[in-house]
């Protein structure tokens, strides 16, 4: 179970990632086909920077949110991991309590 909430978790900040860098070239889409003004090229330079970022940051929010990395990250957060604890498990200071 908590293998497919990391993936979700996964896929959910890559979802909003991408809404956040494909929105402004979708806004700027209508404004320029709804508009009968001119254009204005600075605003649309700036909304295919942000679509192009998608494809740079992507890559790196998979490979630094993959799911043994969040564990890690979830054991550290939650339950203080020792150093002598292994990989992905609790201390024995916080026992019963699951992560």
Same mark, same amino acid.
């Given at each position: 179970?908590?293998?497919?909430?990391?993936? =979700?978790?996964?896929?959910? #900040?890559? $979802?909003? #990632?991408?809404?956040?860098?494909? %929105? @402004?070239? $979708?806004?700027?889409?209508?404004?320029?086909?709804?508009?009968?003004?001119?254009a204005?090229?600075?605003?649309? =330079? %700036?909304?295919?920077?942000? %679509?192009s970022?998608?494809?740079?940051?992507?890559?790196?929010?998979?490979?630094? %949110?993959? @799911?043994?990395?969040?564990? =890690?990250?979830?054991?550290? =957060?939650?339950?203080?991991?020792?150093?002598?604890?292994?990989?992905?498990?609790?201390?024995?200071?916080?026992?019963?309590?699951?992560?």
């Amino acid at each position: 179970m908590a293998e497919e909430i990391d993936h =979700l978790l996964l896929l959910s #900040i890559m $979802t909003i #990632i991408f809404v956040i860098c494909s %929105l @402004p070239f $979708t806004i700027r889409a209508y404004v320029n086909k709804s508009g009968g003004e001119e254009a204005d090229h600075e605003w649309d =330079l %700036l909304a295919l920077r942000f %679509l192009s970022i998608n494809s740079i940051v992507d890559p790196w929010v998979f490979a630094i %949110l993959r @799911p043994p990395v969040l564990r =890690l990250m979830r054991s550290v =957060l939650c339950c203080q991991l020792s150093p002598d604890a292994s990989f992905g498990s609790c201390s024995s200071a916080q026992g019963a309590q699951r992560c």
